[in-house]
């Protein structure tokens, strides 16, 4: 790993510690979600400055990212991005937001499909959302950090030098 993924690493596990609340994980997970969103439209923008002037939403970042990136409609990562977001609005707009832990369990199907196994113990759901969140914020870094990386390199080799030694010798 690079030092910037072992920093992007130690930050989710520092704001997204083990055993916190539901809701506290969802509001946390939801801002992480929401940086990542923002990095990669400022990495696909040639004045990203002009971005925070936009005030994007959450759900039209996802609809800009999914419209850049070109991923299908129907990826888990989009309807649990989705989900997180009806989640956390539920949680933010409402005094007595009710049960959650059905929606979270909702959150997770919508991910992990096939493989998902229901938690017996609200203990073990704030797990599996600590866990499902670490994966999305890093899938989303890593579709940024490839993008600026083979950006670099295309640009690099535009002006004849390929900036990765690896692939200079395969020339």
């Not at 910037?4 to 916190?20: G, M, S, Y």
């Not at 199907?109 to 890093?138: E, G, H, I």
Request: glycine letters at 8%; aromatic letters at 8%.
């Amino acid at each position: 790993m690079s030092n910037v993924q072992d920093n992007q690493w130690d930050r989710v596990r520092r704001l997204l510690p083990p055993l916190q609340s539901l809701e506290l994980l969802i509001l946390r997970g939801h801002l992480l979600v929401e940086e990542e969103f923002r990095g990669f439209l400022r990495a696909h923008c040639k004045h990203p400055e002009e971005l925070g002037a936009a005030r994007l939403s959450f759900v039209q970042m996802i609809q800009l990212t999914r419209a850049i990136g070109g991923w299908p409609r129907n990826d888990a990562l989009w309807h649990f991005t989705l989900g997180l977001n009806a989640v956390r609005n539920r949680l933010a707009h409402r005094l007595e937001p009710g049960e959650i832990s059905s929606l979270v369990d909702n959150l997770l199907r919508a991910y992990w499909r096939n493989s998902y196994d229901p938690p017996q113990s609200n203990r073990q759901r704030v797990t599996a959302l600590r866990r499902t969140l670490a994966c999305v914020v890093a899938m989303l870094n890593g579709f940024t950090e490839g993008y600026v990386g083979t950006r670099q390199m295309l640009q690099s080799d535009k002006r004849g030098k390929l900036s990765n030694p690896a692939l200079q010798r395969g020339r």
